[in-house]
């Protein structure tokens, strides 16, 4: 009697084990499909975003000369060829601050940022201050009340914006070193929320 109890016990327990690691795979499996999902949804967006502004989404391939990594600083003469011209850019990074302009402007700065892009790496940082009217981005903050939490992990944006000059300007690193930001000045035309999708 004693030996069939305890083969109860044993079946219902690995029973239960078993019937929870199905469950959990197929949490899972239906997580991964949403993140896929949404990832997929998102390039279409932005690829919309660009087709629709008429945008340059290739300058960061041209900028790094064919290699995934470019660590040789960047001139402003290269950047003013590929960002100074009629159509506006498509710029895939993070908002890195806002401020107030004038009454009904803000300044966007926008960063490219390390989870943007894993396509093209640069050593040269890349920043963008944008004029925008304050309805959009007061729209766009309502809309997405949570974009500076999590550690900057899902605070991605994807923004087309129109160049009217570069300037450099340099910042201390960690070590106390010189690094150098090329940051491009102009108006911002459109903008769209990317969180943790990488481009």
């Known amino acids: 009697m004693k030996r069939i109890v305890w083969i109860i016990i044993v079946v219902a327990v690995v029973g239960y084990f078993f019937n929870s690691y199905t469950v959990n795979k197929a949490k899972r499996e239906a997580e991964r499909a949403e993140a896929e999902r949404i990832e997929q949804t998102t390039k279409t967006a932005v690829s919309q975003m660009a087709s629709h502004t008429n945008a340059v989404s290739d300058w960061e391939e041209n900028l790094s000369k064919g290699e995934r990594f470019r660590f040789e600083s960047i001139l402003t003469v290269e950047l003013e060829r590929l960002w100074l011209q009629q159509r506006p850019i498509l710029f895939v990074g993070a908002i890195k601050d806002i401020a107030t302009h004038d009454q009904s402007r803000y300044v966007v700065l926008v960063e490219r940022s ?38 900057g992990f899902k605070n991605g944006v994807a923004v087309v914006a129109r160049i009217n000059s570069i300037r450099t300007t340099y910042v201390s690193g960690e070590e106390g070193e010189r690094e150098e930001v090329k940051i491009g000045d102009g108006e911002l035309l459109d903008l769209l929320y990317t969180g943790d999708v990488t481009f």
């Open 114 to 151: 390390l989870f943007g892009s894993f396509d093209y790496m640069f050593g040269t940082e890349l920043q963008l201050s944008l004029l925008s009217d304050k309805d959009k981005v007061d729209s766009f903050l309502k809309e997405h009340p949570d974009l500076f939490k999590d550690y």
